[in-house]
């Protein structure tokens, strides 16, 4: 079988965010937070909220999307709500706008006011998005524009969630984690939009299957995922089983994923089984996109496993072949 494992540490350090892209994203972020803080105690006068980073930077599963753009989620919660009475609480649009004229001209575009957050906007680089909590009786509570108002809803339980499978599985699930979220973000250019990161995160974690090789292990949970999203496409909340996550795709985009997880579960298999590694390097590449390596030629592992396939044959015709009759004169 080709193995692949050493490629696929390549293809993890150019999707995978550099250090100095963390950095950058933590100095922009920390700057925010005292933008909304500043706001709060001078302006709004009262107490400033806190805040909880959430999200794929928070799990360490960010990776370089192929647009060049990256974002993190920052929590805003709010500390000078009634946390037992929520009667008398703001609307989500009044919050959206406290978080605006607090980050206003922070940079040079405008924040976006979105359904679910405010989103500061670094033109070309990254973004950050601010969704706003509260406390009620014990359960935080969103502040969602629109119909939905303030309702239910724990970021920090999925990372705390999360945190604990890469404990029980090892740094190999991160790995699979991203792999499978570059495999979308490459998927959605050509066949449109695949689903977020969180349903990607959940199915590798109900899916997962480690193994010595990245490649193998990538290859045995895309066709475990397969399994699970077929013929019902299903994803719910693993730290609220009763919120199904996959709620908002369409038929078409499940569907659209049920044919595309197919193609990356038969490829995958392919690729393990194939005896060329520059084959099975198409193979991961039609799936992964440039960014993963392609070996042109038949290289030196391949000319050694070519040289032991002949030698191995050879001591197999001498095994069964039957001794001369002159051998015993």
């Known amino acids: 079988m080709a193995d692949l494992h050493s490629e696929f540490g390549t293809f993890h350090d150019k999707v995978a965010l550099s250090s100095s892209k963390k950095a950058s994203l933590r100095t922009s972020r920390d700057a925010i937070r005292d933008r909304i803080r500043k706001h709060f105690i001078e302006v709004l006068k009262v107490d400033p909220p806190k805040f909880h980073a959430q999200g794929s930077f928070t799990m360490v599963t960010t990776m370089n999307p192929l647009d060049g753009e990256f974002d993190i989620d920052d929590g805003v919660y709010l500390q000078h709500l009634d946390p037992h009475d929520s009667s008398k609480w703001p609307t989500p649009e009044t919050v959206h706008g406290w978080i605006i004229d607090a980050i206003d001209d922070h940079t040079d575009e405008k924040p976006i006011d979105k359904r679910t957050c405010v989103r500061v906007q670094y033109a070309g680089q990254y973004h950050v998005d601010l969704p706003s909590y509260a406390k009620l009786n014990g359960d935080y509570m969103l502040a969602v524009k629109g119909d939905a108002g303030w309702h239910r809803s724990d970021p920090k339980a999925i990372t705390d969630w999360f945190k604990k499978r890469v404990k029980q599985n090892g740094e190999q699930f991160r790995r699979i984690v991203r792999y499978l979220k570059a495999w979308t973000d490459y998927q959605s250019g050509k066949r449109g939009k695949m689903p977020n990161g969180l349903i990607m995160t959940v199915l590798a974690s109900d899916c997962f299957c480690a193994d010595a090789r990245d490649d193998v292990s990538l290859a045995n949970t895309a066709a475990a995922i397969k399994r699970a999203v077929t013929p019902v496409f299903c994803v719910r909340n693993p730290t609220d089983t009763s919120?199904?996550?996959?709620?908002?795709?369409?038929?078409?985009?499940?569907?659209?994923?049920?044919?595309?997880?197919?193609?990356?579960?038969?490829?995958?298999?392919?690729?393990?089984?194939?005896?060329?590694?520059?084959?099975?390097?198409?193979?991961?590449?039609?799936?992964?996109?440039?960014?993963?390596?392609?070996?042109?030629?038949?290289?030196?592992?391949?000319?050694?496993?070519?040289?032991?396939?002949?030698?191995?044959?050879?001591?197999?015709?001498?095994s069964t072949k039957p001794p001369k009759p002159w051998a015993f004169q």
Not at 256 to 264: C, Y
Not at 280 to 290: E, R
């Open 243 to 318: 919120e199904e996550i996959t709620r908002r795709l369409t038929d078409e985009q499940k569907s659209r994923f049920q044919a595309a997880i197919t193609d990356l579960a038969a490829d995958g298999a392919a690729a393990v089984a194939e005896k060329s590694r520059k084959k099975a390097s198409k193979l991961w590449q039609g799936q992964l996109g440039d960014r993963f390596p392609l070996i042109d030629e038949e290289d030196s592992k391949d000319e050694d496993r070519k040289k032991e396939d002949a030698n191995r044959l050879a001591a197999f015709f001498v």
